[in-house]
């Protein structure tokens, strides 16, 4: 039996079933390797598993600053209907600093969308500690 197809002995010579055999065997597993090999070669560059945002700055008025909210323009996103896709996602602020802590001198800042901020994309993010006035136009995740 190979592939689906029973070689009777009967109608042909015992010699060349066993080529049959052997040269359907060999095809199958030349198949497989070429699907293997295109499956490997398929990803050779490592993808980005989150989307890239920028950090506008604190949600305010005219006079009046508030700095436990803060907007942030996502990559890609441009209506109030596309920003309720990522309403409760959990958002990351990565910044460098001099000092080396756990052997990283990388630090994040975690944070939450909350709501969408107008008509064009713009949501509102809640943040764990408020994020400095120096990281407004940087880039977050």
Same mark, same amino acid.
């Given at each position: 039996?190979?592939?689906?197809?029973?070689?009777?002995?009967?109608?042909?010579?015992?010699? &060349?079933?066993?080529?049959?055999?052997?040269?359907?065997?060999?095809?199958?597993?030349?198949?497989?390797?070429? *699907?293997?090999?295109?499956?490997?070669t398929?990803?050779?560059?490592?993808? @980005?598993? +989150?989307?890239?945002?920028?950090?506008?700055? +604190?949600?305010?008025? !005219?006079? %009046?600053? $508030?700095?436990?909210?803060?907007? /942030? *323009?996502?990559?890609?996103?441009?209506? !109030?209907?596309?920003?309720?896709f $990522?309403?409760? *996602? @959990?958002?990351? +602020? /990565? +910044?460098?600093?001099?000092?080396?802590?756990? %052997?990283?001198? $990388?630090?994040?800042?975690? #944070?939450? /969308?909350?709501?969408a901020? #107008?008509?064009?994309?713009? /949501? @509102? &993010?809640?943040?764990? !500690?408020?994020?400095?006035?120096?990281?407004?136009?940087?880039?977050? @995740?």
């Amino acid at each position: 039996l190979a592939q689906g197809i029973l070689l009777k002995p009967r109608l042909f010579g015992q010699s &060349t079933c066993r080529r049959k055999v052997a040269a359907m065997a060999a095809e199958i597993k030349a198949e497989q390797s070429k *699907k293997v090999k295109k499956f490997a070669t398929k990803n050779k560059t490592p993808t @980005r598993l +989150y989307s890239r945002g920028i950090l506008l700055g +604190y949600k305010r008025s !005219k006079s %009046n600053c $508030y700095a436990t909210t803060t907007l /942030v *323009k996502i990559e890609g996103v441009c209506t !109030k209907e596309d920003a309720r896709f $990522y309403i409760g *996602k @959990r958002i990351a +602020y /990565v +910044y460098k600093a001099k000092k080396e802590i756990r %052997n990283s001198k $990388y630090r994040v800042m975690w #944070g939450k /969308v909350s709501r969408a901020h #107008g008509n064009s994309g713009v /949501v @509102r &993010t809640k943040w764990h !500690k408020n994020i400095p006035p120096r990281a407004f136009g940087a880039q977050c @995740r």
